[in-house]
């Protein structure tokens, strides 16, 4: 059900200042024998950073977090780090494990690495938990973390089956106060948004879905961390700054809905460099068909061409 709220107790904007702003959910690229393509993964992150980026999220559900080891991720880790990314204020990584150890693991190691915070997602295997066991997991995940700082919860229940409830959410905020900064909402959902908008205000409300982006910051939202800004970080960023709708966007992420998501917005990006070392996905995912990156490349194209040079 939509939240049913009077006008006078609707959000406003948040004050820039107080925004988490643009943050990109970073594609990660790979060689064609499957392993992580470290050259392609820093100078894509630096030119998602140059075109209005604030940030750049590692191992979310873009860059196939839950397709890499350990190893994988601290190689990453390591590139980014050797080429000079400011890690305490640009860096975030997902985490995407059902096993506490392992997601504490995955967390440490951004914490110890000095990065700015984490997105941390449900536990996946395990359908229907309910909100005490997935309050017992999350508080045990934290407690088991050295220095957790800037934890982002993630709802991005049609990945992992499991939601977070604004209950949950609030019960984990009280727990973990400073700790706990804000929400990633990848539901697509206006009414979730909403309701996440009118019971969190002291959190982030992150949006996953572009197509729902400028509005939730009309509504008091803080930005969002996205898969689109892979290949037009700089035309969302009036959606973030001044929640305003920019013409092609909603359709173009209705076009990519229509394929695997996570390998069409590879193809995006191959297609804005004009690189197809850029299609490279890790199994079980499969690059996008050749007629389908036409498809897109030209949406993209269109977009692009009716922006002011």
């Known amino acids: ?49 140059a075109e209005g980026c604030a940030s750049i999220t590692l191992f979310g559900t873009t860059g196939e977090g839950a397709s890499l080891g350990m190893g994988e991720r601290a190689a990453m880790l390591d590139a980014v780090a050797a080429a000079g990314f400011d890690l305490p204020r640009q860096l975030l990584a997902g985490v995407a494990a059902s096993a506490i150890e392992d997601a504490a693991a995955q967390a440490n190691q951004l914490l110890d690495a000095g990065g700015r915070g984490l997105l941390l997602a449900p ?23 050295r220095n957790p700082r800037e934890v982002i919860l ?10 977070l409830s604004s209950t949950l959410i609030g019960r984990l905020a ?11 909402d990848s539901s697509g959902d206006w009414a ?27 509504h008091g939202g803080s930005g969002a961390i996205n ?16 929640g305003v709708e920019v013409p092609g966007i909603a359709a173009l992420v209705d076009l990519l809905l229509r394929f695997p998501v996570t390998p069409a917005v590879k193809a995006l990006v191959a297609h804005r460099y004009g690189d197809e070392g850029y299609l490279h996905t890790a199994a079980p995912l499969v690059p996008t068909e050749a007629a389908a990156r036409v498809q897109l490349g030209a949406a993209l194209d269109a977009i692009l061409a009716r922006q002011p040079t």
């Not at 536990?123 to 407690?143: A, Q």
């Not at 009280?174 to 990633?184: N, S």
Request: aromatic share 8%; hydrophobic share 35%.
């Open 174 to 184: 009280r727990a973990f106060p400073g700790v706990i900064t804000g929400i990633k």
């Open 227 to 242: 898969g689109c800004s892979n290949f037009c970080a700089r035309l969302l960023r009036p959606m973030v700054d001044e």
């Open 123 to 145: 536990p996946f295997y395990f359908k229907g938990p309910g909100d005490e066991g997935l309050y017992r997991w999350f508080s045990t995940v934290l407690e088991r973390c």
């Open 154 to 163: 993630y709802h991005i229940p049609s990945v992992t089956e499991v939601p």
């Open 192 to 218: 979730t948004t909403e309701r996440f908008l009118a019971d969190h205000p002291q959190l982030h409300i992150l949006v996953g879905d572009e197509r729902q982006l400028a509005r939730a910051v009309r």
């Open 1 to 49: 059900m939509p939240v049913s709220r009077t006008a006078a107790s609707t959000p406003s904007p948040r004050p820039p200042e107080q925004r988490f702003g643009l943050g990109c959910a970073l594609i990660t690229p790979f060689a064609a024998d499957g392993s992580v393509d470290h050259p392609r993964l820093v100078a894509h992150a630096q030119r998602c950073l």
